[in-house]
């Protein structure tokens, strides 16, 4: 297997088993060895792919602006890709595969893996997310080398917070 392979495997399993919630999100700040990076993100411009809605194999890509501290601190860039949908009493539940590419101004931090996502069954009510954590993977400029995770949450009004938590 070769060592990019090994890699991307390696940072997958470990980003499965990795779950955040709002209590443990708030947390990852404390840990020593960390510095942390709160981005707020801009609607995205979403680009949908086939086979359509909820249905496993749908690719989203998008882009959107990001501020740091109420001022423009680069863009972020990702995909998502359904793997997985089963049904739920309440609605459904998503398990998409995500990338996350944040361009920040000394340089890119790059993100992976999976998240769930509950979709409920009430139309144009927009709904606080729980918080979905992934690995990151590596990145450039300053960031070369990165590792540790991002948690983001998707705000009421369409926004989103990332918060990296990256080793130093």
């Known amino acids: 297997m070769s060592t ?3 890699t991307f495997a ?8 990795i779950t955040a919630t709002p209590a443990t999100a708030g947390s990852v700040g404390q840990v020593a060895g960390y510095s942390i990076v709160k981005l707020d993100q801009a609607p995205p411009s979403v680009e949908h792919v086939q086979p359509g809605p909820d249905r496993p194999g749908r690719t989203t ?3 959107a ?7 423009p601190y680069g863009q972020i860039h990702g995909s998502a890709v359904i793997t997985d949908v089963t049904p739920d009493p309440s609605g459904l539940e998503e398990l998409r595969l995500r990338t996350l590419v944040f361009d920040l101004p000394d340089g890119q931090v790059i993100a992976i893996g999976t998240s769930k996502y509950e979709l409920l069954l009430v139309e144009n009510v ?3 997310r729980t918080a979905a954590t992934i690995a990151i993977v590596g990145g450039t400029g300053i960031y070369a080398a990165a590792r540790g995770q ?7 009004d369409g926004t989103y917070e990332h918060v990296l938590s990256i080793l130093r």
Not at 10 to 17: D, E, G, Q
Not at 150 to 156: E, S
């Open 4 to 6: 990019a392979l090994t």
């Open 10 to 17: 390696a940072a997958l399993a470990v980003s499965a088993v």
């Open 61 to 63: 890509y998008y882009e």
């Open 65 to 71: 602006e990001l501020a740091r501290s109420g001022k």
């Open 126 to 128: 927009p709904a606080l």
């Open 150 to 156: 991002v948690t983001t949450v998707r705000k009421t």
